[in-house]
């Protein structure tokens, strides 16, 4: 079973930055990818982005694109979501999910997601 545990989140005005960490554990094989994903109080949850272990490869969804950068070290199970140019309604909680990578897109599964840590952008 895979699992996740996220952290990095908390109290930041509009315009700031935050970097969150997820540590995955209990993969089996490299051939996956993992990705980020948030909820809002009454919003239904909303992908992010997603990086292939394999190769490295990257994509964003439309909401974040110029603003977030994914990254990962796979010697330590460990991406990183570093989020530039907060807005308001970023506010939510943001989870860390298995992924796949399939014709350069996120594939997002929602049946194995971490905690969450909470990111709370304030006007």
């Known amino acids: 079973e895979v699992q996740f545990v996220e952290s990095g989140g908390g109290l930041v005005q509009a315009g700031g930055s935050l970097r969150l960490s997820c540590v995955a554990s209990?993969?089996?094989?490299?051939?996956?990818?993992i990705g980020w994903f948030r909820q809002a109080p009454g919003k239904e949850r909303e992908g992010i982005s997603c990086?292939?272990?394999?190769?490295?490869?990257?994509y964003y969804e439309d909401s974040v694109k110029g603003r977030f950068t994914i990254s990962s070290d796979n010697a330590k199970n460990t991406v990183y979501l570093q989020m530039s140019n907060l807005k308001p309604e970023d506010t939510a909680v943001y989870y860390c999910?298995?992924?796949?990578?399939?014709?350069?897109?996120?594939?997002?599964?929602?049946?194995?997601w971490g905690e969450g840590t909470l990111v709370n952008v304030s006007s």
């Open positions: 999910i298995e992924s796949t990578l399939i014709g350069g897109k996120c594939y997002y599964d929602i049946e194995s």
């Open positions: 209990g993969f089996t094989s490299d051939d996956y990818a």
């Open positions: 990086i292939s272990r394999s190769d490295g490869s990257t």
